[in-house]
């Protein structure tokens, strides 16, 4: 009996090891989870989607890179507190998939690497990425992350519509250069076609109020966080912005009882001019328009956020590549460092789905300009801002501003109570942060 016992020991033990001499890196991430179409797969240019593209990229360095294997775990979006979890239990992944905005939580707390030293393995300059992607990873001077993407709101436009009303110029949306020419315009459009120039998501859907006063505060030179405690939007520039947008919306030129997905439907059946909403969209729309019989066929168009006022900046966010403090051989810190290199060499693989790439030679490439109205939204990669990297909590945060924005935009609160109220949760919110 006591050597039978043995003998199953040895049998779990060697079941444990690894079947190959290969280093293994554990990579963790969200995109969904696609193994029954694309699990086998290794051609990247013909991979479709979010899901698509990043498995078989990933795939592909399993195909060739030859001394090490990506072994993947798919998560629940956004799988934060699955990574929290792993991370008090001492054992988090090698390489994990973040928001840019959630990278303070995580640094702040001493739990993510800098990864200088595995970009310089991989001959990767910090230089060689977008002005908007390497702020979004920077935190007190150290990048926290491999830039991945760059995404944020834009102006999806419906051109049938913009015609009818007598916005369109050489084929392009006629787009409004000051507040007051927006309201005009928007009248225009009410009046020409009887329909709203702005379909809002201001139900349930804090991030589009946020986003248009992050923008538009810091579009006039106002910091909407001047230091890591305190939210600053009750000031004239604030009030400005909530104003404007409220004004829009009580003449009935922007729409103020759609959800998400009202709002998506509505655009796609050419109930309003203007969506904004983010890049993700993109693909969505635009299968959309390339669909006879379809409302939107042959009348999409997505630009930038206008400039109202002051610079031309755009609230962006975007997605990277984080690397959490674990112990580690030379061999994984090596194999690190050359997937970093082989996905940065697949960013415009990456660029596809609609975000802005990270790197700049492929959003300056002609490949990446010949996608799709991607010519027209590449600034946003050198004008998107994202918060400070010193403000930690930016989803409840931005959760919190959202909120009390819509109830400016719909009259359910005036502009002044609900920029303080803001104001006052946000920073007793934070205070309570250790």
């Known amino acids: 009996m006591r050597r039978l016992l043995l003998l199953f020991a040895v049998l779990a033990l060697s079941s444990c090891t690894r079947a190959d001499d290969k280093t293994h890196v554990y990579l963790q991430r969200f995109f969904g ?23 078989t990229v990933t795939n592909a360095f399993n195909a060739t890179d030859g001394k090490a294997v990506v072994d993947t775990n798919v998560i629940a979006w956004p799988g934060y507190p699955q990574l929290t979890a792993q991370m008090a239990a001492r054992d988090p992944p090698d390489v994990v998939s973040m928001h840019e905005n959630v990278i303070s939580d995580y640094a702040s707390k001493e739990l993510l690497e800098p990864v200088e030293p595995y970009l310089k393995a991989a001959g990767l300059d910090a230089a060689s990425f977008t002005k908007a992607s390497q702020e979004g990873v920077t935190i007190g001077g150290r990048m926290y992350g491999l830039p991945w993407d760059t995404h944020g709101g834009l102006w999806h436009i419906n051109t049938k519509l913009f015609a009818q009303a007598g916005l369109m110029r050489g084929g392009k949306p006629v787009l409004p250069s000051s507040p007051q020419e927006l309201l005009t315009q928007a009248r225009q459009f009410r009046k020409r076609t009887g329909k709203p120039y702005l379909i809002q998501s201001l139900v349930g859907d804090p991030a589009g109020a946020a986003r248009n006063l992050y923008t538009y505060v810091m579009a006039q030179g106002q910091p909407v966080f001047p230091d890591a405690r305190h939210l600053k939007v009750n000031t004239p520039e604030g009030r400005r912005v909530a104003e404007f947008f409220r004004q829009l919306t009580a003449e009935g030129l922007g729409t ?48 930038n956020y206008p400039r109202l006022w002051g610079q031309h900046v755009i609230y962006v966010g975007g997605h990277a590549w984080v690397v959490p403090k674990r112990e580690r051989t030379p061999a994984q810190k090596a194999a690190i460092a050359r997937l970093f290199r082989f996905m940065a060499q697949h960013n415009y693989d990456w660029a596809r789905t609609g975000h802005l790439p990270a790197v700049t030679a492929v959003l300056d490439s002609p490949q990446f300009r010949a996608l799709p109205h ?5 600034p946003l990669a050198d004008i998107g801002r994202p918060l400070p990297g010193y403000v930690r909590r930016q989803s409840a945060v931005e959760g919190i501003v959202g909120e009390e924005m819509a109830g400016a935009i719909t009259g359910q609160k005036s502009v002044p109570d609900a920029l303080a109220t803001a104001e006052r949760r946000v920073n007793e919110f934070l205070a309570e942060l250790d």
């Open 374 to 378: 991607r010519a027209d939204i590449a």
């Open 256 to 303: 103020s009882n759609m959800d998400t997905p009202a709002a998506i439907a509505a655009f796609m059946s050419g109930e309003g001019g203007i969506y904004p909403t983010g890049t993700w969209m993109i693909g969505q729309f635009q299968q959309e328009s390339a669909t006879p019989g379809r409302p939107l066929y042959g009348s999409y168009a997505v630009m």
């Open 33 to 55: 989870e696609c193994g029954a179409e694309y699990g086998g797969k290794t051609d990247v240019a013909k991979a479709e989607g979010e899901c698509g593209i990043i498995t």
